[in-house]
């Protein structure tokens, strides 16, 4: 698909309260406004990368996060957080917080949250969509328009990018035998990006 049909697939998705991300069943999210070049500027400032061209369209044609996988992108300063009240530069503070002397990848941004600590994210140099859990970046070997498209498309992101473990147990409620389908490792290789 060609990017500006993609962002106008994109944009007809998010525009539906109920397919605006892949949770909106949880809650209706709010989408914010299309990001500034003010916005994006500032932005590409305090993180000191440029971010990748696609990922500029969607926040300054679509909106400034809140609509996408899983939980929805999470916007600039000035536009949708997430539910700890963080923009893309709070949160690539906090998620490489404890990564010491020129470990952190400047242009690793975060994305959108799956929950239970894991995390899409960008390399902004090179559009590839990363992974972030306990176990480190992982890449999983799609560019973000592919991401994008398939989420555009209604295809399940969680199918593509995690493994699943199945578990069997006793429900605590009915006492009767069940098994539960848990999410487990992101799917890709060891992230190998360059780091400043």
């Known amino acids: 698909m060609e990017e500006t049909s993609l962002i106008s697939a994109v944009a007809k998705r998010a525009a ?3 397919t605006r991300t892949d949770w909106a069943d949880r809650g209706v999210p709010e989408m914010a406004p299309p990001a500034t070049p003010e916005q ?16 500029r369209r969607l926040l300054q044609e679509v909106g400034n996060g809140g609509f996408g996988p899983a939980d929805g992108l999470i916007g600039l300063p000035g536009g949708r957080v997430d539910h700890d009240g963080r923009s893309v530069v709070e949160l690539r ?22 929950g239970d600590g894991a995390w899409s994210c960008i390399d902004e140099d090179t559009g590839h969509v990363l992974m972030l859990d306990e176990a480190g970046l992982t890449d999983t070997g799609m560019s973000l328009h592919d991401w994008m498209s398939d989420w555009a498309n209604g295809v399940s992101l969680a199918e593509k990018l995690f493994t699943f473990e199945e578990r069997s147990g006793i429900n605590p409620f009915t006492k009767r035998p069940m098994t539960a389908r848990l999410r ?12 400043s």
């Open 16 to 18: 539906n309260p109920m």
């Open 93 to 114: 503070e906090q998620l490489f917080a404890d990564q010491t002397g020129g470990g952190v990848p400047v242009q690793v941004v975060p994305l959108c949250d799956w």
């Open 40 to 55: 994006l500027g500032q932005t590409e400032r305090v993180l000191k990368c440029r971010l990748h061209p696609l990922h």
């Open 184 to 195: 487990s490792r992101p799917i890709g290789t060891p992230y190998l990006g360059r780091t």
